[in-house]
């Protein structure tokens, strides 16, 4: 992994976070209270297959179900002060106040995206992430119910087929991602990768999108066909 560090003082622009994830590096802090910002370019990329998604049939059937809300770029700061919070078994998190102020602003702009997930009117899970071209690069997702941030992933992927997109990048594989068909790609071919999607034109829906329910449709459909 190779890791360049700037200092504080620097302020973290829109105009430099989107240059960066053009070249295939992204922002980290080691945790929440450190002011410093990491640069990481790591050798081996996390990537989810946007068309090859693969959704557990239990995750399918409580989406299904309808049992949360999900709300698209309402609420796209408590999501992200949610994602930088410690949870139950996570001590610390990687975003600090340079990130949330830079991020925050890419939002503003249009370039950053939330998925909300609701129940009872409260806040329970979501997810944020950049759009830029036609890559996505999810971010950091959170959850404080059962399965809140999957729903939010799944109804992620429905938008972003919907959009046109044709990169997801997550960073880093995990065993929770591995779950979805999250594979890794050598740092050379996933440039190729990055370089093809943004260079492509694609949109990130809003909630008023008459295709969004058979876009949706369609990701569940075509997990039914898969083992799970």
Known sequence: MSIRAIGASQRLTPELILRAY????????????DPVVHWVAPSMRGVL???????????????????????TDTAFEP??????????????TWINDAILQGFIHLHRLGFAH????WQDGDLVGGLYGVALGA??????????????SKVALVHLIAR????????????????HLRQFGAVELAAPR??????????????????????LS???????????????
């Open 22 to 33: 053009a070249l295939g590096i992204f922002p980290m802090a080691r945790d929440r209270d």
């Open 49 to 71: 297959p946007i068309e090859g998604f693969h959704v557990p049939r239990r995750l399918a059937r409580t989406v299904r179900r309808a049992a949360f809300r999900i709300t």
């Open 79 to 92: 999501v992200m002060q949610s994602c930088a919070s410690p949870e139950a078994g996570r001590s610390e």
């Open 114 to 117: 939330s998925i909300e997930v």
């Open 135 to 148: 890559a996505f690069f999810g971010e950091s997702m959170f959850s404080t119910t059962t399965d809140a």
């Open 160 to 175: 972003l087929r919907l959009g046109g997109f044709v990169l997801l990048d997550v960073q880093f594989v995990t065993d």
């Open 190 to 211: 996933y440039l190729d990768c990055l370089a093809d999607a943004v260079g492509r034109a694609a949109y990130f829906p809003p909630d008023e999108s008459p295709q």
């Open 214 to 228: 058979a876009a949706l449709a369609g990701v569940l459909v075509q997990s039914n066909t898969q083992m799970s």
